[in-house]
C-alpha cells in the first residue's frame, strides 16, 4: 500500500494567511503593549516577550475572526479577501482565530504566574472577551468604536499589568487617551469601503485629537519631579507639549485631506496613517515619561519599519 505524501500548500497559500492576519497591524499593538511596560516598569523583563506575544495573539485572534464574521459583508464588498475569495476555508479560518484567541489568555496567565500580579491574566482575558464581542456583536452598534479604543486601552494596560504597584491615576489617562484616539480612528474607518460621510470624518478627527490631548495631559496626574529633574520640569513639559502639539497637527492635516475628499482611497490611506502614528505617538509618550527611556522608544519607533515595510504587500485596514 503506498502512503501518499501531502499535497503542496497552493500558490499563494502563505500570503492569503498573512492577509488574514492583517499582519502589518500586529506592531501597532506591539508598541501599545511596549509602552505600557516601559511606562511602568525598570524590573521583570523577563516577563516582557511574554507581555507581546500575549497582546500579539490577541491581536492577531481580532483581525482573524472579523474576517470571519464578516464574511457576508466582504463577499460583497471586498471578494478578493482570503475567505470569500476561497483561499482560506471559513472553519480554518474560525480554528486560527480561536487558537490565537486561547494562546494570548494562556500568555497572560502565565505572566500572573510568574509575577503573583493577577492583573495579567485578568487584562488578558478582559481584552480576550471584548475582541470577541466586537467582532461578533458590537462593530456595526454605536457602541463598536468604544469596545476597539477599548480594545486598545486594554492592551496598553496590559503591558502596565505586571507592575508591582497600584496603578495610579497619569496610568489610567495614557491609556485612557490612547483608546480614545483609537475610538476616532474606528470611526474614520467606519466606512472606509464605500463614500464616506464628511461629517462622520470631521468628528473622527476631532475625537481622534482628543484622545492625543488627554495623553498628553499625563503630566498634569502626577508629581512632575518623579518624571525629571526640578530646574528641568517646566521647560520638560513645554517640549512635551510641543512635540505632542506637532503630532497631533500632522496626524489632524492627513484625516482633513480624507474630509474634505472622502473617497475611499483617500480614506483608507488616512486610516492606514492614523494607525502608524500610533507608533510615533506611544514612542514620544514612552521618551517623555524617564530620560532613561529614550532607548526604548527607539525601540519603539523601529516598530515602524516592519509595518510599512509589510504593508506595501498586505492590506492594513
Known amino acids: 500500500m503506498t502512503i501518499p505524501l501531502p499535497k503542496n500548500p497552493p500558490p499563494g497559500a502563505l500570503r492569503a494567511h498573512l492577509e488574514l492576519l492583517r499582519l502589518p497591524n500586529v506592531f501597532t499593538a506591539m508598541a501599545d503593549v511596549l509602552l505600557g511596560f516601559w511606562f511602568t516598569h525598570s524590573e521583570r523583563t523577563d516577563v516582557l516577550l511574554l507581555l507581546v506575544a500575549a497582546s500579539s495573539s490577541l491581536y492577531l485572534a481580532g483581525m482573524v475572526l472579523n474576517d470571519v464574521c464578516d464574511l457576508a459583508q466582504d463577499t460583497a464588498e471586498r471578494p478578493g479577501r482570503p475567505i470569500p475569495s476561497g483561499r482560506i476555508s471559513l472553519s480554518r479560518a474560525r480554528g486560527i482565530g480561536w487558537t490565537l484567541l486561547v494562546i494570548g489568555v494562556a500568555l497572560g496567565w502565565a505572566v500572573s504566574l510568574l509575577t503573583g500580579e493577577v492583573r495579567s491574566g485578568m487584562v488578558a482575558s478582559a481584552l480576550a472577551s471584548l475582541v470577541f464581542a466586537y467582532d461578533a456583536v458590537l462593530k456595526r452598534t454605536p457602541l463598536g468604536p468604544l469596545a476597539m479604543g477599548g480594545c486598545r486601552m486594554l492592551n496598553v494596560l496590559l503591558g502596565m499589568s505586571a507592575f508591582g504597584g497600584a496603578w495610579q491615576s497619569y496610568h489610567l489617562v495614557v491609556a485612557g487617551g490612547l483608546g480614545l484616539y483609537i475610538v476616532g480612528v474606528t470611526l474614520l474607518a467606519r466606512r472606509e469601503a464605500a463614500a464616506s460621510s464628511q461629517t462622520q470624518l470631521a468628528t473622527a478627527t476631532v475625537v481622534m485629537m482628543a484622545g492625543i490631548a488627554l495623553a498628553a495631559s499625563y503630566p498634569n496626574w502626577v508629581n512632575r519631579t518623579a518624571l525629571h529633574g526640578a530646574g528641568e520640569i517646566e521647560t520638560s513639559f513645554s517640549r512635551w507639549q510641543q512635540l505632542m502639539g506637532l503630532l497631533g497637527a500632522l ?67
Open 251 to 317: 496626524i489632524g492635516w492627513r484625516c482633513l485631506r480624507a474630509v474634505f475628499d472622502p473617497t475611499p482611497k483617500h480614506v483608507q490611506v488616512a486610516v492606514k496613517n492614523s494607525l502608524l502614528s500610533l507608533v510615533i505617538l506611544d514612542a514620544a509618550i514612552c521618551t517623555h515619561a524617564r530620560d532613561e527611556n529614550v532607548i526604548y522608544a527607539v525601540i519603539i519607533a523601529a516598530l515602524l519599519v516592519p509595518a510599512m515595510f509589510l504593508g506595501r504587500w498586505f492590506y492594513s485596514t
